[in-house]
């Protein structure tokens, strides 16, 4: 199947510190999304990107849609201990038919405070 | 607020026994979803449904089956659980229109070890 090479696979950032972790594929996807998942908890949906080129912001999050459709990253901005989690890229294609998304294999934080 | 509901937590069976996994979700969604994670891959698609006894195989469906008989259930089959199956699993659901950007939910996962 498709498969999203997602990295750093782990970070360990003092807080205040910005971050940064991207997503590629050797697949164009129509949609990029991030997620974040607490400990023992199922991943939450942070940001969703829906065209080439697009630069998207929620709060300290930043994500952009690569202009080849074939990569994405995620900055977080002056990272607070809550921060800490597993950061999920995701990729769907429409053009494929299949409906459902690929995730990367996580990026996890860990914020010292 | 949308509700995906999966029925245990945690749960440990013995290699060879039959496991299902229940999962609910309350928004009338069409797509139903399961995934199981596993460290350093992600989360990995087993099978998923796009309407009432309809199932697509993702891309682990091998020793899984599925079943869908009413729309607000999907459950997740282990005819005869391995140890290599002992993850966590996650169910999730959206709406048809997940083109228009309807995002997925998801369950809280529920952690299986097989013995």
């Known amino acids: ?113 | 607020d949308v509700k995906v509901t999966q029925s245990s937590r945690y749960l440990v069976k013995r290699t060879g026994e039959k496991v299902f996994l229940e999962c609910v979700q309350d928004m009338d969604h069409e797509n139903m979803f399961w995934y199981r994670q596993d460290p350093g891959l992600g989360l990995r698609l087993i099978y998923f449904s796009y309407d009432v006894k309809m199932k697509e195989k993702g891309d682990i469906p091998e020793g899984y089956s599925v079943s869908r008989e009413k729309k607000e259930r999907f459950s997740l089959i282990l005819e005869s659980a391995s140890t290599n199956q002992t993850s966590m699993y996650l169910c999730a659901s959206s709406s048809a229109e997940i083109y228009s950007g309807n995002t997925i939910y998801f369950g809280e996962g529920s952690w299986l070890t097989v013995v």
Not at chain 1, 45 to 73: M, P, V, W
């Open chain 1, 1 to 113: 199947g498709q498969q999203l090479n997602q990295s750093p696979q782990s970070m360990f950032i003092q807080e205040g510190e910005d971050v940064s972790m991207n997503c590629t594929s050797s697949s164009i996807f129509n949609t990029w999304l991030w997620y974040k998942q607490d400990p023992g908890e199922g991943p939450v949906l942070l940001i969703a990107l829906y065209k080439a080129g697009e630069l998207t912001s929620n709060g300290r999050l930043t994500a952009q849609f690569g202009i080849t459709r074939k990569d994405s990253f995620l900055n977080i901005s002056a990272s607070i201990p809550s921060d800490v989690g597993i950061y999920f890229c995701a990729g769907l294609n429409m053009d494929t038919g299949r409906r459902a998304l690929t995730f990367g294999s996580g990026t996890r934080l860990q914020v010292q405070p």
